[in-house]
């Protein structure tokens, strides 16, 4: 699956029913979302039988379209839950890792602290 558009200077659109979910099918499959959008829809879609429903028909039919034209067919993924998988797991990387960011910052920022308090303290005596 490619990744997910960098459109950091446009707002992502997250969908608020069914119907706007179901028109970003087509972006979603191809990888053309930017990841905010991506996750939202794979949440709803997660929550939601009939956009799954809707999701894996327009797979289907999207996938039978690029088949017939063989030199695209290679790089699909194999279904529309590896494709879900994928964003879910995006979502978990980039939690994890402004969590380890933070956990780096809060260490670093206690060593600094205590650097100075044993700075202090030696100048004092």
């Given amino acids: 699956?490619?990744?997910?558009?960098?459109?950091?200077?446009?707002?992502p659109l997250i969908p608020k029913d069914c119907r706007e979910v179901q028109k970003l099918n087509g972006e979603f499959i191809g990888g053309n979302l930017p990841f905010e959008t991506a996750y939202a829809f794979t949440k709803h879609v997660r929550g939601c039988t009939e956009c799954m429903e809707e999701?894996?028909?327009?797979?289907?039919?999207?996938?039978?379209v690029r088949y017939l034209n063989e030199k695209d067919a290679g790089d699909m993924p194999q279904n529309v839950e590896s494709m879900l998988k994928?964003?879910?797991s995006e979502a978990l990387y980039e939690k994890n890792r402004k969590r380890n960011i933070w956990i780096a910052i809060t260490a670093f920022s206690a060593a600094l602290i205590i650097f100075a308090i044993l700075l202090i303290n030696e100048n004092i005596f």
Avoid: C, G, P, S
């Fill in 1 to 11: 699956m490619k990744k997910h558009a960098d459109q950091k200077r446009i707002k």
């Fill in 55 to 64: 999701l894996n028909a327009y797979y289907m039919f999207y996938t039978a």
């Fill in 86 to 88: 994928d964003v879910e």
